[in-house]
């Protein structure tokens, strides 16, 4: 996982890693510590090695505008507190603003534009100046820090436009990013361009990671914390980085092409092992006969699961018939009510533990235990049937079960899973309610626990073959 930011992704890694699922994090951490193994390059050393780089430009004095990454993201607030950290050291350095970016280009231009504009308004000098480019003296930053290189080139652009003008002073503001990605409009080629004064390489290391996993799944040994090499790249170096990025490119490709031939002739020596016609048309035999095993068996499933679906809650089909269902379209002008085992009128509340019985087995049909956790499960979806919130975890904790537990359960005994019985019982208790009420489908909806009518609409087609406003027809 390489999550977004902090909170977005943190309950769904704690759950997996509950459930020992292993866990790898990269780049980003989140909120919390439940991970089996951490890889990221030191993004507080990045942003403080910048900073003490930018400050040396600098000459110890200056004015910096900083654009930050993603609002909430770990490389984000460690670049950050490192970069501050470094440049609070130096008194004459100021940083004029740092304004939130999300480490695209179009965000980092359209923040920088507007700080641009808001000084225009504060600043009666620039009601002297008609373009961007004559507004440098005005502007006076000395060096922009992007918190990665798409961030800083489009600040440069912001400020100086489609080509470099100067200040007063005769120098262009300093524009310095992090990535130093390799290859043409990377980060390092842009620093041997001179488009940008520094970057700082950002080391991905698939490879790394993809090791990792194999070392977890197979038992052997790994580091809990793994912190990436990386390096400052500057004009000094950007030549020599990009020859070392070079050759290792130019080695993959190498190792490729042997593979490829590799595989080629091995594939060969297969095919020639395979023209026996004897050997394929054994093959290709039993290939016919587990194929047919497995439709046969696929249809029997298919078959099992609708017979199940159709019998849940004992609604047989969209078509009722008139001595057990409310509707009949044989006899449209008195719709029949649904009554129970005494001849008494069911309500909405007694049509669904009517079917919620005849979904589940009743006392001594699976051994003891069973007619109270019947009765429980039952008691849960009624109560709470026209919560829109109500979700398997939560009727799993009413349960006092665990989300797996309350699922096999009620898989084993019915077949169908707790959320499809939700559904099903809110659907009929909302066909019952359109009979026996006024109410309009929107309320019914609402009433049966769906939070959208359209969504109530469709799954009512989908179980009964009509739409909700057929039933009163």
């Known amino acids: 996982m390489a999550p977004n930011q902090l909170q977005s992704v943190s309950p769904a890694i704690d759950r997996a890693y509950d459930r020992g699922i292993p866990v790898i994090v990269f780049e980003r951490k989140t909120d919390s510590q439940k991970y089996t193994s951490f890889v990221s390059a030191d993004n507080y050393e990045m942003g403080r090695v910048m900073g003490e780089y930018i400050a040396s430009c600098l000459g110890g004095a200056g004015r910096v505008l900083e654009v930050m990454g993603l609002k909430g993201s770990s490389p984000a607030d460690e670049r950050h507190r490192g970069f501050r950290e470094a440049i609070d050291r130096y008194p004459q350095i100021s940083v004029v603003a740092t304004l939130q970016g999300d480490w695209t280009e179009e965000t980092a ?39 990665n290189d798409r961030t800083a080139m489009r600040a440069r652009k912001a400020l100086l ?19 130093g990605l390799p290859g043409e409009n990377g980060g390092i080629c842009q620093v041997r361009d001179s488009l940008l004064n520094a970057s700082y390489i950002y080391p991905t290391r698939g490879d790394l990671l993809l090791q990792l996993a194999l070392d977890i799944l197979e038992g052997r040994p790994y580091e809990k914390e793994v912190m990436l090499t990386s390096a400052l790249v500057t004009p000094e170096n950007a030549n020599v980085l990009l020859l070392e990025s070079d050759e290792v490119m130019r080695r993959s490709q190498k190792l490729e092409r042997l593979q490829t031939k590799a595989d080629s ?16 048309g054994v093959i290709v035999l039993l290939l016919v006969a587990i194929a047919l095993f497995y439709l046969y068996h696929l249809s029997k499933v298919n078959m099992q699961r609708e017979r199940v679906v159709q019998n849940l809650w004992n609604m047989e089909s969209p078509t009722p018939d008139p001595t057990t269902h409310p509707y009949s ?53 009624e109560k709470r049937m026209a919560d829109s919130e109500l979700s398997v975890e939560d009727i799993a904790a009413d349960m006092n079960l665990s989300r797996v537990q309350l699922y096999r359960k009620v898989k084993a005994l019915s077949g169908s899973s707790p959320v499809e019985l939700l559904r099903t019982a809110r659907l009929n208790r909302g066909y019952q309610l359109l009979l026996t009420t006024d109410k309009t489908v929107s309320e019914v909806a609402y009433a049966v626990g769906f939070s959208a009518p359209a969504y109530f609409t469709k799954c009512f087609k989908d179980e009964f073959g009509m739409v909700p406003g057929d039933v009163r027809k």
């Open 265 to 280: 002739y091995l594939q060969r020596i297969n095919q020639q092992r395979l023209l026996n016609a004897l050997a394929l």
């Open 329 to 381: 379209p044989s006899q449209p002008s008195s719709p029949l009510p649904l009554k129970g085992e005494s001849g008494h009128l069911l309500t909405a509340e007694g049509i669904a533990t009517s079917r919620i019985h005849s979904t589940l087995p009743h006392e001594g049909e699976r051994g003891e235990g069973l007619p109270t956790f019947i009765t429980r499960f039952r008691e849960v979806v």
């Open 109 to 147: 231009y359209e923040a920088v534009r507007q700080y641009i504009d808001e000084l225009r308004l504060m600043t009666d000098e620039y009601n002297e100046y008609s373009s961007i480019n004559n507004h440098q003296s005005s502007i006076n930053i000395d060096c922009v820090f992007g918190h």
């Open 161 to 179: 436009g489609t080509t470099p003008s100067e200040d007063a002073k005769g120098t262009t503001p300093l524009f310095c990013g992090i990535d």
